[in-house]
Nanobody, 127 residues
Framework: QVRLVESGGGSVQAGGSLTLSCSYSGDDYRGACMAWFRQDPGKERLGVAAIGSDNVTTYSDSVKGRFTVSRDNAKNAPYLQLNSLKPEDSGLYYC?????????????????????WGQGTQVTVSS
């Protein structure tokens, strides 16, 4: 049984930074694709960034160059560094996992194949 718990969300002004963390408990962390999604109320969950078991990364066009996804296999933890935040980055950010990891799970980044989800952490960016 895989359990994901996100942390690190908060309220910042535009241009600020946040670091989101996700703790992963369960089997096969090292073989899993780890992804971050964002959801606004009443809207579809959108892919933000993902990292494969071989550290290949992918980003949505809207965050490329500003966000960085990483993983620490010693700690079973993926991270999402959010820099140069904009008000449109606001939303509920979810950590998700799927093992085994295939390139098709990263590009395009679609939430449907991902089996495990955290409860989400809120990011609010004010102008």
């Amino acid at each position: 049984q895989v359990r994901l718990v996100e942390s690190g969300g908060g309220s910042v002004q535009a241009g600020g930074s946040l670091t989101l963390s996700c703790s992963y408990s369960g089997d096969d962390y090292r073989g899993a694709c780890m992804a971050w999604f964002r959801q606004d109320p009443g809207k579809e969950r959108l892919g933000v960034a993902a990292i494969g078991s071989d550290n290949v990364t992918t980003y949505s066009d809207s965050v490329k160059g500003r966000f960085t996804v990483s993983r620490d296999n010693a700690k079973n933890a993926p991270y999402l560094q959010l820099n140069s935040l904009k008000p449109e980055d606001s939303g509920l950010y979810y950590c998700s996992a799927r093992a085994p990891c295939y390139m098709t799970l990263l590009r395009p980044l679609n939430g449907k194949p991902y089996h495990h989800w955290g409860q989400g952490t809120q990011v609010t960016v004010s102008s």
